[in-house]
């Protein structure tokens, strides 16, 4: 096979940088599953129909055809094809009608897969990436303390990266009813336009945005710095939230008794049990930032993007919200709530930024040296025997000289070598050399563990090395 | 969104049963890390160029188009159009060149990962599949050592599935070259024709085959036999083995001095080596049966096929082989070993037949009461304070009646129930109930601990049961 030229778009790891990945995941789900998250997998693939319906991305679809179909492609309508899911909600909203007499709601699940965006090869934008979920989906209806919990839920799984070099992750909350009753107790009514316009700030700046509002949305100037105000507001504690809030509200002649304000109460009333009650159980891990608007238009309620500290032009490597109509069968709605982990970006600033590494490459802790291949025999014993104790063991490839198969270790990261007693001295017994710290000693198989420094492969952060 | 309706040859698992898919990928990456497997992860697709030159598989390719190029695929050749994997082989040797600078050899990797095939849809093949594989590349040569360790790995990775169900699992192992050499031998020429009939055995049994080798590969009656013969022949030592094979090719006339017997040699050695190291290290693990030929035309040694006891029906359910000419780049090959678990047919067959089963569907151990939602805030802490302490713990969806949280926690096989202190009786303290044996005992967050038998979801088999 000819060299495969790498493909813009879908990142591959080498090992070494396959260990943080998978260490990630597994700290991901770890958490998941000490909240009592249950995991699933849903197929790569969903019906056209169902993508192109759901939000910015359905213009970003891989659309299937199998090798038999070539050049009879033309005659399918996209709906009736089969395409490659571009995230993790629309396959869970029919994994969840598909199985609901199956499950018990609130059903909570963790899942985490690659995901696939048929966009335009552009710098930095992956095509292939990976996810990581948590959302709870309710039956009929859905508490709001599920609001607050899964954001906290998200930022302890943060939290436990920490070690690895992730920085502290804070989760910026606002809400979507907040944001239109404000707007509609202004006087607009192109909702969605403001919304889409206001989640350009951090990007174009306010001045840009302002024009905008007026160009695109139809608002007067005051109209548009009013929007502004609002999306300045931030606040820690509900106390704050609704005082600031009111204090914009009369200010710009938003009656307390009218229904715009009775929509946007709605919203607060929501965002300021949130920001409270994620005070009392993880103080500073989310704050109401009425800037955050969310591009979908599937978020009915609470919206969250989540900021990393020290690497805010990362943008938000975790987002979500509150979606009451994504999923319904007949008159049966189920709502649900959720937020979406970009695991492949956020690990390539591990990577590259944070100085998270592998230890090592192999999950070996110790390579049995073979003196000569007619004895090779016992060195697999010895290997055999050590992993019986749960220790993981390779074997050396070949029976070349003692140098090269320490070399061989040694590329590979692994700490010990075993040395089987030679061939005729057997009652010598065998010797296991630590090759970082140079120290050797008789060893049995029976007995013997590696050093509690040296037993796993793990994940450092810059600051471990050396 | 509308139901969708399940697709066919796309399998999905409930949440029960993605425990048990989810604990046989941890088992077997737990014994592919014991013996030194470095794990990597490839991305889903390859040029067409790539996946149309491999084997057999290659007809079932799923080609991709962005949403954006639909009514213009015509025009671009499949080679440069990218398509979904069908296999971990062909994306290895594509990772091994690509990386090869960065890679220490012999590379010996794991990978779990979904593959797809675009067949037809038809009663019990899957479209989208988990396959587990395990290969060894060299650069440049590969010493035949890894050609007994490889299955050796797998039978032990699939011993360790045998807790939750999993039959005995026995390598049937073969020789391309013995095979080839033996055709050779009698006269015959067509020899992948000849592999591809007997491949047929075990499904059309051997009078079909008979007739098959002699009006499809220009077989006379005396061939056809004599190729029967060696099929027949089976072993679980090397002298066994040589003293079957060389009986077999003196009755042909087969000389000790040709080519053909040379080249058969070639591959008894390497077979007979294999029965033998196996048999010392893992009885019974490994037996020659020189029926076993692969449909696939990139092997050029050993090639395995693996049953299991009582499940004979299921076909092989881990097969490989060496390939000498897999991957290479200028004058410089890589060699391999690989095997490859197809995972999801064997979860099927676990769920349906082995009666495996999750011990419960919640990872969570205990479920955390609300009395009222006013008191949400204190059931938060407990939970928290559990997992802080490694007990994985939901809290109730909301302060319904007891009856009904209780039952909540039944449905997802939660085995504790918490209930804390009554609001006001503080001083009681808390109660923790198991609602499977029904006894309730007072406990304390700091000190509590989960019954050994009930701290873990865990995987059991049809024995287990009651």
Known sequence: MAKGASLSGFPEWLPSQRVVEQTMIDTLRHVFELNGFVGIETR?????????????????????????EVGHEDGKPVEDRLGLHFDLTVPL????????????????????????????????????????????????ELPDHYEVELPLVMVSALEALRPYGCPK????????????????GLGLTDIEGVLREIDKLDKIGPDEVCKLLVSQCGASQAQATA????AGLTADDGEELRDGFDRLCSSHGIEEDSQSYALARQGLDTLAMIV?????????AVVADLKIAR????YTGSVYETFLEGAESLGSICSGGRYDNLASQGSRVYPGVGLSIGLSRLLSYMLSQAGAHASRVSPAAVL???????????????????????????????????????????????????????????ADGDQVKNIVTGSQEPAQVVSWTPDSLFSQQSVQSLSDAD
């Open 295 to 298: 591009g979908l238009d599937y």
């Open 276 to 284: 409270d009650e994620a005070a009392r159980i993880r103080p500073g």
């Open 227 to 230: 929007c502004l105000e609002l």
């Open 169 to 184: 992750a804070t989760v910026h909350a606002n809400n979507r009813k907040l944001s239109e009753g404000f707007y509609r």
């Open 44 to 68: 790569a693939v969903e019906p056209g129909s169902s993508l192109l319906k759901k939000g910015d991305t359905s213009k970003e679809i891989y659309l299937l055809s199998r090798l038999q």
């Open 368 to 426: 049995v040296a073979v003196w000569n291949e007619d004895d090779r025999s016992r060195s697999n014993h010895i290997a055999d025997a050590l992993r019986q104790r749960g220790i993981a063991a390779d074997v050396a490839p070949t029976a070349a000289k003692i140098g090269k198969q320490i070399k061989y270790a040694d590329h590979l990261g692994i700490p010990y070598v075993w040395f089987p007693a030679q061939p005729g001295d057997e």
């Open 93 to 140: 909203s029919r994994y969840v009608l598909e199985h609901s007499g199956d499950l018990t709601f609130p059903f909570k699940r963790w899942q985490i897969q690659k995901v696939w965006r048929g966009e335009r090869p552009q710098e930095g934008r992956f095509r292939e990436f990976v996810q990581a979920d948590i959302d709870v989906i309710g039956n009929g």
